[in-house]
């Protein structure tokens, strides 16, 4: 994988000292219609202005719409050029029924994120916004946050297709940042994407706030707009097949209602993987990574959409990581040879 050689392994031994099946449904559930009006921001069948608004109000769809599947991870270390990146989300869009992208890697090329909001505008889908540390210890998301920012503010469609703004993916698990100083990275970039209206949060599984419980991860939970979450189920020691996934994933998912304060909730980097790797590897003698499992993976979450409807915070929406494995092996839902890995991928996105 692009990016975590070493970091599923440590993800599989860490949620092996966490994860247990439950056999109970979220708690505290409520009752929400949400049913997705068309004339919002990115509802299905909404058509994007000719011309750019000039104000945000009633633009957005409520989040408490946003349940069931949402889009996908696409990963952007490739520097896609524009074209291809509208391409794709114009496939992601209107072929799968996507509302968001939500990015993944990083690209340092100048100006790359105006290419993001452009591809963005063109397909009416939104996008959650990352800024990428890596695990190097080394100060580059400084300079991409401030790229970012930059963008944010001068490109004038920005603020019109970019949800959220996440702050590195596993941030707390990796510790690139104390989480005190973690928290006060979201505290200052709220501040700076007011004007904006843009939510900001972190990327990350419920076992990178439990390990720092004791040093900050209230600071994080308390600073962020929205839970974007990590679920990836297959590195669990309870892991077998994906069809026998859902106690797991209930176990994560019970964690983030109990403890995010009635926020939204997002899963974002959430999938099962159809082959292992050096960094992928099972924490389960019985966990299988197949195709059949990868597709079984997407059915179980499907047919829980009225679970993911019901829980508080306007509902769980889940994201499919990721859109190819040309972007990361496994995960993908096309093959690198750029054929569906399975077919039909129709989830719901309201029940």
Same mark, same amino acid.
């Given at each position: 994988?692009?990016?975590?050689?070493?970091?599923?392994?440590?993800?599989?031994?860490?949620?092996?000292?966490?994860?247990?099946?439950?056999?109970?449904?979220? @708690?505290?559930?409520?009752?929400?219609?949400?049913?997705?009006?068309?004339?919002?921001?990115?509802?299905?069948?909404?058509?994007?202005?000719?011309?750019?608004?000039?104000?945000?109000?009633?633009?957005?769809?409520?989040?408490?719409?946003?349940?069931?599947?949402?889009?996908?991870?696409?990963?952007?270390?490739?520097?896609?050029?524009?074209?291809?990146?509208?391409?794709?989300?114009?496939?992601?869009?209107?072929?799968?029924?996507?509302?968001?992208?939500?990015?993944?890697?990083?690209?340092?090329?100048?100006?790359?994120?105006?290419?993001?909001?452009?591809?963005?505008?063109?397909?009416?889908?939104?996008?959650?916004?990352?800024?990428?540390?890596?695990?190097?210890?080394?100060?580059?998301?400084?300079?991409?946050?401030?790229?970012?920012?930059?963008?944010?503010?001068?490109?004038?469609?920005?603020?019109?297709?970019?949800?959220?703004?996440?702050?590195?993916?596993?941030?707390?698990?990796?510790?690139?940042?104390?989480?005190?100083?973690?928290?006060?990275?979201?505290?200052?970039?709220?501040?700076?994407?007011?004007? %904006?209206?843009?939510? +900001?949060?972190?990327?990350?599984?419920?076992?990178?706030?439990?390990?720092?419980?004791?040093?900050?991860?209230?600071?994080?939970?308390?600073?962020?707009?929205?839970?974007?979450?990590?679920?990836?189920?297959?590195?669990?020691?309870?892991?077998?097949?994906?069809?026998?996934?859902?106690?797991?994933?209930?176990?994560? %998912?019970?964690?983030?209602?109990?403890?995010?304060?009635? !926020?939204?909730?997002?899963?974002?980097?959430?999938?099962?993987?159809? +082959?292992?790797?050096?960094?992928?590897?099972?924490?389960?003698?019985?966990?299988?990574?197949?195709?059949?499992?990868?597709?079984?993976?997407?059915?179980?979450?499907?047919?829980?959409? =009225?679970?993911? =409807?019901? +829980?508080?915070?306007?509902?769980?929406?889940?994201?499919?990581?990721?859109?190819?494995?040309?972007?990361?092996?496994?995960?993908?839902?096309?093959?690198?040879?750029?054929? %569906? =890995?399975?077919?039909?991928?129709?989830? !719901? @996105?309201?029940?």
């Amino acid at each position: 994988m692009a990016f975590l050689p070493l970091l599923h392994v440590l993800i599989a031994l860490c949620l092996a000292i966490n994860a247990h099946p439950l056999e109970h449904e979220p @708690t505290r559930t409520v009752s929400v219609d949400a049913s997705a009006p068309p004339n919002c921001f990115p509802a299905l069948g909404f058509t994007m202005p000719s011309t750019t608004p000039s104000s945000l109000t009633n633009w957005w769809c409520d989040t408490s719409t946003e349940y069931g599947f949402v889009g996908f991870s696409y990963e952007v270390t490739a520097c896609q050029s524009l074209s291809q990146l509208r391409s794709d989300f114009l496939t992601i869009r209107q072929t799968f029924n996507s509302r968001y992208i939500r990015m993944y890697g990083f690209c340092d090329r100048t100006g790359f994120y105006n290419d993001i909001v452009d591809a963005a505008w063109g397909a009416g889908i939104g996008v959650h916004a990352l800024i990428w540390f890596g695990f190097d210890g080394t100060d580059e998301w400084m300079g991409r946050r401030d790229s970012l920012f930059g963008i944010l503010h001068s490109n004038p469609r920005a603020k019109f297709v970019t949800r959220a703004l996440q702050f590195g993916s596993e941030p707390l698990f990796d510790w690139v940042l104390d989480p005190p100083v973690l928290a006060q990275q979201v505290i200052a970039a709220k501040k700076n994407l007011s004007s %904006l209206q843009i939510p +900001v949060t972190i990327s990350e599984m419920a076992y990178g706030y439990q390990e720092h419980e004791d040093d900050g991860a209230q600071d994080v939970l308390d600073a962020i707009d929205l839970i974007d979450a990590h679920m990836l189920p297959f590195f669990s020691t309870e892991a077998s097949i994906a069809n026998a996934s859902w106690p797991i994933v209930l176990t994560d %998912l019970d964690w983030f209602i109990d403890n995010g304060q009635g !926020k939204k909730i997002y899963l974002t980097e959430n999938g099962w993987p159809s +082959v292992t790797s050096d960094g992928v590897q099972p924490n389960s003698p019985s966990a299988v990574a197949n195709v059949q499992n990868e597709h079984d993976y997407y059915s179980v979450l499907d047919a829980h959409c =009225k679970d993911f =409807k019901a +829980v508080p915070g306007g509902g769980v929406g889940w994201f499919w990581h990721i859109y190819s494995d040309d972007m990361e092996p496994g995960y993908g839902l096309f093959s690198t040879s750029g054929k %569906l =890995k399975f077919s039909p991928f129709s989830p !719901k @996105t309201s029940c």
